[in-house]
């Protein structure tokens, strides 16, 4: 089960998938550096102004989640989730056809944990939508919630999407090529 990402994807779908999450990704990379932005100028306004950004502290706070789930498609896609297999790569290299039983059963698993992230998360977002939830302080600074839990959703799609492509693959893998050319 060594790192899951193949060099190229194999169909219509997978490149279109590869797309979505690569996009993701480059958002939530700029939005990391307009968030450093954000936070730097706080500080500097504080010490040398004496005059914070109001809201930071909650748009901080509403940023890291959906920064991760916008991340977490290609953090899969590329294999870098963390997790212990050195036990599953040497008996992978040793019955390769067990390797890939376990590694299409370790992204099965992955796809039914983000599906049960992602049911738990849609009612979640219909409410905070339908009731116009929001952070912050009336009349200072108020955000709503509603695209953060929106993020999650895609994200958890996207993810899930993304461990079933790994289930095909492991499942639908040649015996005759070896394992290290298609990881």
């Not at 010490?47 to 899969?76: C, M, R, Y």
Request: aromatic fraction near 12%; include cysteine; proline fraction near 5%.
């Amino acid at each position: 089960m060594e790192n899951e990402a193949p060099a190229r994807p194999n169909g219509l779908f997978d490149r279109i998938l590869e797309i979505v999450v690569s996009n993701l990704n480059s958002i939530g990379s700029v939005w990391i550096f307009v968030l450093t932005l954000l936070i730097n100028a706080d500080a500097f306004g504080r010490k040398l102004f004496h005059s914070p950004i109001d809201g930071v502290n909650e748009i901080v706070e509403l940023s890291i989640v959906g920064i991760v789930f916008l991340q977490l498609g290609d953090a899969t896609r590329k294999g870098r989730l963390p997790r212990s297999d050195g036990l599953f790569n040497m008996i992978g290299k040793r019955w390769p056809n067990f390797g890939r039983f376990h590694a299409a059963l370790f992204n099965f698993l992955g796809a039914v944990f983000m599906g049960l992230i992602l049911y738990g998360s849609v009612p979640l977002f219909i409410e905070s939508w339908e009731s116009d939830f929001y952070v912050g302080v009336e009349g200072l600074f108020t955000a709503p919630v509603w695209p953060i839990k929106l993020i999650i959703v895609i994200g958890c799609a996207v993810t899930l999407l993304q461990f079933l492509v790994f289930v095909r693959r492991h499942l639908t893998r040649p015996k005759s090529i070896p394992e290290d050319s298609l990881s």
